[in-house]
């Protein structure tokens, strides 16, 4: 798996000054050059239009929303760039809501709002990509709503120390995805979740290829991979890794059990290994199909006390 340490993340962020070295300027719009003092004022100088904001390393107490336009957000160095504890509109660090949305190379760390579901990013329209990128000590790290067509696109990114089921509020998960048309998840790391699933999408097709799900610091966590309403498309590589302090330990991915929208006999999972940190068994299951789609289950490397699938 070729997603980037997120110990080098880490590290070059610790080295990163604790304020923006662009002087007054720290975010620069790669079009026209001209810097601006906060990420909201050059995302507004973009508009409708498409553009590249560079970020100067720092730790920014501030947060963005995007209403229009195709926006990439780009550390100058990967990993340097932290957006610290500030949610706009009591959502997330970033709404973002315009055509299209690409953010590569930031960390985004304490978010919490009064409803729970205080996320990194909260996408309300457009396609999202997120390329190395680290989301951690929040309630969520990307959040989105329901519409039409809608993509999202995640590489190289890290989740770690996300969601929650407290607070008499609905769970918030590490990732979750809604009512959109597809979802890419690759080479990326899901580690010390603090509750619900680590990776829950709506949508109707899903790419869920060679990432890492270590369960092993998590507490009172759900599922690897819930797949609410069903879903085509694979899930293929990935290493799972169950721990003792579990919610719900019954099964690793599970497919529509919120209800059957999409068919999933065209969903394949194949080529993955799952287990349990050492000195521990059980008799989970690895897909828990809450349907009579014939999901195509391939080789697949196992405990051996774990059930390849059950139906409920």
Not at 86 to 111: F, H, M, W, Y
Request: hydrophobic share 35%; aromatic share 6%.
């Amino acid at each position: 798996m070729r997603f980037l340490s997120t110990t080098l993340l880490v590290t070059v962020a610790i080295t990163a000054s604790a304020f923006a070295q662009g002087g007054s300027a720290p975010f620069t719009v790669s079009e026209t050059g001209q810097g601006f003092r906060s990420l909201g004022d050059a995302i507004g100088a973009i508009g409708d239009a498409r553009g590249t904001i560079v970020a100067a390393p720092g730790t920014y107490h501030e947060c963005a929303v995007q209403d229009a336009g195709d926006i990439t957000l780009r550390a100058r160095t990967a990993g340097t760039v932290i957006f610290d504890g500030v949610p706009c509109e009591g959502k997330a660090a970033l709404v973002l809501r315009g055509r299209s949305s690409t953010i590569d190379g930031i960390i985004v760390q304490n978010i919490r709002v009064p409803d729970g579901n205080g996320a990194g990013i909260r996408l309300e329209n457009g396609n999202l990509t997120v390329r190395n990128s680290l989301f951690r000590n929040s309630e969520e790290g990307i959040l989105t709503g329901d519409y039409d067509g809608g993509q999202v696109t995640i590489d190289k990114s890290t989740f770690r120390k996300l969601g929650r089921c407290d607070r008499d509020l609905d769970c918030a998960h590490g990732i979750y995805v809604g009512r959109l048309a597809n979802l890419t998840v690759t080479n990326s790391r899901f580690d010390q979740g603090e509750g619900g699933h680590y990776l829950k999408t709506r949508t109707a097709r899903v790419t869920i290829v060679d990432n890492s799900f270590d369960d092993s610091a998590g507490k009172l966590t759900n599922y690897m991979i819930d797949l609410s309403n069903g879903a085509s498309g694979v899930i293929r590589g990935n290493a799972m890794v169950q721990g003792k302090d579990k919610d719900n330990w019954s099964a690793f991915i599970t497919v529509a059990p919120e209800g059957r929208e999409h068919d999933s006999a065209g969903l394949v999972i194949e080529g993955n290994r799952a287990g349990f940190v050492p000195g521990l068994e059980r008799g989970s299951t690895f897909v828990a199909n809450f349907t009579d789609d014939a999901v195509r289950i391939g080789q697949n490397q196992l405990a051996p006390s774990m059930k390849v699938k059950d139906r409920r």
